[in-house]
């Protein structure tokens, strides 16, 4: 119990060593009453000796009788032996006796040892002056004692006490002298024990005698000589305190029983439905049983009689499992989560000396067996609560506290991991003492994965890293649910090292191996030997993991845990795709399809390596990449292209590097989208497309010996937009600046007719560019080919339509939009490949002419609506009809627009976005006071006349009771009623003329869409 003594011992302070020169008896203290009546003390002893209430009646917690304050009546009353405590001499009537015995032996001495004790009281500050034996502070008024001063007279240098106190949020301050503060003053922090002890020559001949008076306990027992007196760890203040100085072997001044409270270990429990109890100590039970109420909580923490140190603790909670070790709190509150299990340990000096024990009451089990020093207790897996805990710390070496059989009824340490595959998707996570990850039968490769201990008991970790494709083992170990390779960079595992650490690995062996998909599952190795294939660029599809007791036979042969990649002739070329939608894909070799084709998926990444070879030669890629253009070579594991960046490859170029150089040559191709497969490039030079906005799918990458036998293809390998000159000749102006793909050629708003124009491509695909006008009083003249006239020039004639189009391998990979400029329609419609552009027939002038090369099958570059027309130009209203329900769709061939405005109606033929007028009629709306439905409605319900008083014949119904109808006739007649049109007549219906009413009932068909506004 050296650890113990040392808390309990005489606190080590420097004392004074001086010369001590004492009488050889001392008066301790004065009996006449004069000395008490003019004590300052307000006290006066308790004669209630009931138990029935503690704290009213001033009683301990003992049961022993404690001195209270009477008020002010009992203001400087002394001390009496009459009044009575619990059947015994009260300590004051002791203390008094005590002291009288004294005073009769040294009554005839001159010189003694006078003692004063001054007490700083919360709300009165500094009280008066009391002797030795007189009580400092006050009682039964509830005011902490906050300060002392003790000072001693008749002493000589080098002698006197030291005193040293407990205080609230400070714990046990440093000893101060005679006559110094011993506590604190004015930061309202109160005392709650003390220690005193006296130093030098007076120790030798004297003992100082203390007791406590403290809030709920009352007065505790005497201590003395640098013993603890009061209370610690219960947050009780002193309230008053006795000091006596008597001789050496003097008997007590009263009872020395419980002279300090305070206890080895204290807890709490956060209990469901009550919240946190009160604390409990040493063994005492927290929680609750019976009840079925949960524990949710539990704090623990040492007491004022154990050695320095801490508690740290841990609980297993319902839907998390296992938390972090704490010395807070353990579990949860406020989130209706039980305990399930708890784990306690001790930390520093208390370490050394005692163990922590403890158990759990459960739910259908009850208590459960006692549990040490970092073991589990309760259960876990099983959905059981813990209700209530006992706590105790024991010697080393000491005897269990109970059965120890059975305290904790559950699961031990597994392994619980997920893996990530190549294009990101997540292998499905699994826990057990064996688990698997990945797919031993499918093609998905893994690029990451990462692994922890769950329902961790024992402490440690799980540490473990990868070797990946392209690479060396340059990863970082990582551990405990981290993933291995948290980057998506397509980079496949293909061999692991994992172990253990700390006492898990005491405990446990961890095994894994690997699966290839070139050569099955390979062998088991364990505690950090590598697994996998030992390089390469073929990534495993599946890895176990095995946790089993130290010292237990492998789960499995472990020949050929780690290989090499599959040795073959020559040098090889593996390649590897990231593609849009689907990610990095597994690496291929030596012609095989990288990417896709046929799913309108872009090629966005590509990473090419070589195999088999020396480390002075390798491969390096460069793409030319939407919106970025080429970019610079890379090697792997680097890559061309970007990820993440919604970006398309749609060229490459690849290229040896280093002694292969020498001996072979690279061919590639590019699978590209509208063209499929180009041809082949080699060596550094472009493949796929530029300028063209089309993008790489697939690619296919072969080494070939220099003058061995290379792939062919009859189409080009790289298609590139070709160059495009277009020039007119405008009136008054003559020939214009020749202008590139998708500029205009000639002018607007200048009324000037265009009156020749010549084309022409440059470009490394075969073919030409042809057009013919239609010339002015001429009609269609005769095609001509690259840079030759269409048209005329000096002759005044306008062009008033043109036809464009390509010739040979042009017409294979490019199409040749262009669109015309006219009088009074302005900018027509594009069109396409030989279609015509203009009008005919009507007499109106091209002024501006516009053409664009792009890739074959690629979309317009605007509007398509009507590029080519023989009608003269529509009048503002029908055109503005026209324009507002272009865009309008209909469940028919047909469509019947309203202007109420104008009254008219329009019956057009088509579809949404090519609609045409065939029919433009004056109608009668609805009058003001009964206006016209506006909106969309379709066609319904049709009948041949109506009308009481009148007729309207040939009625189509668009809405409930609006109906397209005749004029008004004599009810059963033709003969006109009222035959107003062009105007708000009707009420509410859209009146026609009768043979326009008769053509929409015999052509317009149901669900034909009809527009109002």
Known sequence: MLAVRRHFGVIGVSALIVALSLSPVVSVRAAESSDVENSSTEMVIAEDKSYGDDVANGQGVDGEVSVIDDGAEAANRPQTSDNAGDGAETDASAAQNSSTASEDAVSDQEDCVKLSVEAHVQNLGWQEVVGSGDVAGTIGRNLNLEGLRVTLEGVSAGSGLIVQTHVTNIGWMDAVAPGDVAGTVGRNLPIEALRITLTEDLMSQYDVWYRVHSADFGWNGWAKNGESAGSQGYAKAAQAVQIELLPKGSAAPGSTESPFRSYLLRYQAHVQGIGWQEFAVDGQTAGTTGRNLGLESVTASLGGLSPDGDVELRAHVRDIGWQGWTRGNAGTTGRNLPIEAIQMRLTGEVSEFYSVWYRVHVTDFGWLGWVSDGGPAGTTGKALNVQAVEIVLIEKGGVAPGDTSDGYVGGYEVVSANGIYLDGTSARPAKSATITIGNSEGEDTLRSFAAIIDNQISEGSLIYRSRLAYSDWTQEWVSDGQQVNPNNDGLAITAIEMKLAGSLSEKYDVWYRLYSPTVGWLGWACNGAPAGIDGGSVGITALQISLLEKGT???????????????????????????????????????ADAGTSGRGLALEGLRVALEGVDQDSSVEVSAHVTDIGWQDFAAAPGYAGTTGQNRAIQAIKIQLTGGIASSYDVYYRVHCATYGWLGWAKNGEAAGTTGLNLQAEAVEVNLVTKGGEAPSSTAPALIELPTLSLETHVQDLGWMVAVGNGAVSGTTGQGLKVEGIKLSVESPVSGHIAYRAHVQDIGWQDQVVNGSLAGTTGQNKRVEAVQIQLTGNLATYFDVWYRVHVEEYGWLGWTKNGAAAGTSKIGYRIEAVQVKLVAKNAPAPGSTYRPYTEEPIVPPDQAAMTSRIMNVGSATNYLIAVDTITCRTGIYTGSSGHWTLQY????????????????????????????????CYYYTQFYGDYLFHSIKYDQGTFNVQDGRLGMGVSEGCVRLAIENAKWIYDNIPRGTKVVIW
């Open 553 to 591: 036979e492998p789960p499995g042969s472990t020949e050929g845990a780690l290989v090499a990649p599959e040795a073959s002739a020559g040098p090889h070329v593996s390649y590897q795709a990231h593609v849009s939608e689907l990610g990095w894909q597994a690496s291929v070799a030596d012609g």
């Open 920 to 951: 433009y009629w004056l109608c009668g709306p609805g009058k003001p006071t009964t206006p016209t439905v506006k909106g969309q409605y379709t066609v319904q319900a049709k009948g041949y006349v109506f009308g009481h008083g009148y007729s």
